[in-house]
């Protein structure tokens, strides 16, 4: 597909995305489709007042036997001089304090547990220059090396990354909140291995009565994050063949995302998509296609290890599957990704 008036980016665009479209130097996506009118629908959703935490602890899942890149956050208490600034009787500055003050710092990978992947979470080697010569570029042809930034590439702070453009603060200052729907697929499923398709989809949403409109979050529960709250910090191997998860590879499926208009996608395992996929050609392609969809092509966030049980089992309990979502991820400029403290009411 070609650009249209006024694209400075890129001269190409892939095919099936929607760069440009909410204008040339947008970068919060189908976000934008989250309107007043979007978040009074999910407000009319809240009928009880009743509240479901939707994130799992921070150092979960734990260890590092089912991420090997990524570590559970490490407390540490804030020095004051050379003693910790923690359990610390101020009646050392001056005998008639009686206040005793604590202050931490944590090391936290922000994609360990419970999270939001920005724009800038992954990108693809495309060619959007029209010059045969692919490039590193994201959502809305930002380049990898000018907008987002690898170590190295700031003299004043040479270990640093940051994402200069589609950072994780984009998506804060979208304020995410809405209407979210659920979809129960351990219900249907249970805990079997299992790549879910459009067909499977469409059953599901036929025997649960689910209609799907543009604007909403989509939750995707398959019982995957409970098995890791019963593992207790310890979980093993196996549990990367636990659980249904969505199969990246079904071009309908991906047809039905983009043709949806839904602005978020949401599961409690690790990728929304099954990973690794399922095998396909020889030919050049995404190892993780939903995330090149989603994020590369039609700016979609997308959250991982949400804790969705208790509310997917109480909307089921009670006849429903939307509720109100607010979900807003850290605001912290440059990052890629963020831990998410979402909350469901119903």
């Known amino acids: 597909m070609t650009a249209t008036a006024g694209s400075p980016r890129w001269k190409n665009r892939p095919e099936g995305s929607n760069w440009g479209d909410f204008g040339a130097d947008d970068q919060i996506g189908r976000l934008n489709l989250l309107t007043p009118e979007k978040v009074l ?17 921070l150092d979960y899942p734990g260890g590092m036997v089912l991420h090997s890149r990524r570590r559970p956050p490490q407390l540490r208490p804030v020095m004051h001089g050379e003693e910790p600034f923690f359990n610390y009787a101020l009646n050392q500055w001056d005998k008639r304090y009686t206040d005793v003050a604590c202050d931490d710092a944590a090391l936290i990978h922000l994609q360990y547990s419970t999270q939001w992947d920005s724009l800038a979470h992954i990108g693809q080697m495309f060619d959007a220059d029209g010059d045969g010569v692919p490039e590193k570029v994201f959502y809305n042809g930002y380049r990898g090396g000018a907008d987002i930034l690898p170590p190295g590439a700031d003299p004043e702070a040479p270990e640093a990354s940051a994402a200069r453009s589609l950072g994780i603060e984009t998506m804060a200052e979208a304020c995410i909140q809405g209407r979210g729907v659920m979809v129960d697929l351990h219900a249907h499923f249970g805990r079997a291995e299992k790549f879910v398709g459009y067909d499977d989809l469409m059953r599901v949403f036929d025997a649960d009565r689910i209609e799907v409109e543009a604007g909403d979050m989509m939750c995707f529960h398959t019982g995957f994050a409970q098995m890791l709250v019963e593992a207790n910090r310890r979980p093993t191997p196996d549990l990367h063949h636990a659980c249904s998860a969505l199969d990246g590879r079904d071009k309908r499926l991906l047809r039905w995302i983009s043709d949806s208009n839904v602005v978020a996608m949401i599961a409690d395992n ?7 996929g399922r095998d396909c050609s020889d030919a050049a392609h995404a190892f993780v296609p939903m995330h090149e969809h989603c994020l590369f092509k039609l700016g979609i966030p997308l959250g991982e290890l949400w804790y969705l049980t208790p509310l997917a089992d109480w909307l089921r309990e009670n006849g429903r599957y939307r509720f ?12 890629v990704g963020s831990p998410a403290n979402p909350i469901g009411t119903v």
């Open 41 to 57: 629908q999910g407000v009319a959703e809240v009928r009880v007042g009743r509240k479901f935490c939707l994130s799992l602890p």
């Open 270 to 276: 690790f990728g929304v998509e099954k990973i690794p």
């Open 324 to 335: 109100l979502l607010t979900a807003p991820p850290l605001r912290l400029p440059g990052a």
